[in-house]
């Protein structure tokens, strides 16, 4: 569910006409609905009743400082991958010390940052890694709290480059070997053993996977408790969400209507299949949903630039581009595309849907179907959330878009739109050119 909707024939974010936002803030710019992150946070919270359980936010989904700032008020700690990301929990007036830090290659300031600002816990996914963060933690006088990432050799049947809980992928310790792995890091005199961390992949549309994973990790985290008093189990995040007919499925009718088999995954069919493996743990159960939180809470607003009509082919060229939401260009990902104003007397176009930028590779959408719209008419791209602002870039020098927060029927911009000067700010011509 979602709060996306027509209101008579126009696109509204909860109150919030969206042509008015873009009047005032110009296109490309992102807008957030924070009603429908809170219902997420809560679905999620409810799913899960019966667990100590805590969600750490995947902040790499989107880490604007306001979003931050939501999901920390309705209580949620974050689970971050850069000092970046430590620094904007930071900036965003949160707190470190509900936070996990994870990724395959931390660095020594990184490590240091993350110790100095109390981070909860480490999630380390090598050997190597424990003697780097035992070695940071001793010059600081610390004992740093970690947690091995476990690989549990399941395949997570999502897009190849967001699979992450298969042997041959590159992150976690294998769990023939990570009994290993605990027994070396108890003998690091700087490490204390927290927890046990586990991550199979991202937009996953069935709960067997996680189902599996959660069952061949469980016994080992039972292991830890007895042996080394592990406190918590993360089972890392990877919820999907409905990226076709995203629109119809803000309605709970829809949903509803859906036969139960057939039924997306849920955080309410989640809950009910983790609850009862890993209630008898007894171990706090931390949760790292980034796409879930968000996904469905965002949209892209661009404008028609030109209708192009070809030779058996039309193109609809909008100004946002791959640099804006570049998912269609990197994952064949699909986005609903709608008017921002919806008139039935229309016809219905089908056409690619292509940015400006100069490769073949900018598309939103191939023969997509969709109302006649011309230049200068808006549109929207449904359920871009999660990692659209967060993967933008200046490619053809083109500036970051702009965010807007919609709560009820306030919106604040909570991200201008970059301009040209700081694009450059860092840019010299070296004097040996002059
Ligand atoms: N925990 C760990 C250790 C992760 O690596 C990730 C995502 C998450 C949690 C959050 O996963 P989520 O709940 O958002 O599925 N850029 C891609 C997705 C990359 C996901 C990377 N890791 C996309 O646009 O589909």
């Not at 710019?29 to 809170?38: C, E, F, I, L, N």
């Not at 269609?328 to 008017?339: K, L």
Request: charged share 20%.
């Amino acid at each position: 569910m979602h709060h996306f909707h027509y209101s008579g024939r126009d696109l509204h974010c909860e109150s919030v006409d969206l042509a008015a936002v873009a009047k005032l803030y110009g296109t490309p710019t992102y807008v957030y609905s924070a009603g429908t992150m809170a219902d997420n946070y809560r679905r999620l919270q409810r799913g899960l009743e019966g667990l100590d359980a805590q969600l750490c936010y995947a902040m790499k989904a989107n880490s604007n400082l306001a979003v931050l700032r939501h999901f920390a008020n309705l209580g949620a700690g974050f689970d971050l991958v850069s000092g970046g990301e430590i620094r904007r929990v930071i900036a965003a007036g949160a707190d470190v010390k509900s936070s996990v830090f994870a990724g395959v290659g931390k660095t020594e300031p990184e490590i240091r940052l993350a110790l100095e600002n109390g981070i909860f816990s480490f999630h380390v996914e090598s050997e190597p890694e424990l003697g780097r963060i035992n070695h940071v933690a001793g010059k600081l006088g610390l004992k740093a709290p970690i947690a091995i990432r476990v690989n549990p050799d399941v395949d997570a049947k999502t897009h190849a480059k967001i699979t992450t809980g298969k042997s041959d992928n590159k992150f976690g310790i294998p769990l023939q070997q990570a009994a290993a792995a605990y027994e070396a890091a108890a003998k690091y005199p700087h490490l204390a053993i927290k927890g046990v961390q586990m991550h199979i992949g991202s937009q996953l549309t069935s709960v067997t996977p996680f189902v599996e994973a959660v069952e061949k990790v469980a016994p080992f985290a039972a292991d830890l408790k007895a042996r080394f008093g592990i406190t918590y189990f993360s089972i890392g995040g990877g919820m999907g969400i409905i990226y076709r007919d995203a629109l119809a499925s803000g309605q709970p009718a829809w949903w509803e209507a859906q036969p139960a088999e057939t039924r997306p995954l849920t955080p309410e069919s989640y809950g009910a299949a983790m609850v009862p493996l890993l209630q008898p743990l007894g171990l706090k159960v931390l949760l790292e949903h980034g796409r879930f939180m968000v996904g469905n809470a965002g949209i892209l607003l661009a404008k028609v630039e030109h209708l192009k009509r070809g030779a058996g082919k039309n193109f609809l060229v909008v100004d946002a581009a791959m640099n804006d939401l570049v998912r269609p260009a990197m994952y064949e990902s699909f986005h609903e595309i709608v008017p921002l104003h919806r008139d039935s007397s229309r016809r219905a176009l089908t056409a690619d849907i292509v940015g400006p930028i100069c490769e073949s590779g900018d598309c939103f959408a191939k023969d997509r179907q969709i109302q006649e719209v011309g230049e200068g008419e808006l549109i929207a791209f449904m359920s871009a959330g999660a990692y659209g602002y967060t993967m933008a870039s200046r490619y053809n020098t083109r500036a970051m878009p702009a965010e807007v927060l919609v709560k009820g029927s306030a919106f604040e911009l909570v991200n201008a739109r970059e301009s040209f000067e700081q694009m450059i700010a860092g840019e010299r011509v070296p004097a040996f050119l002059n």
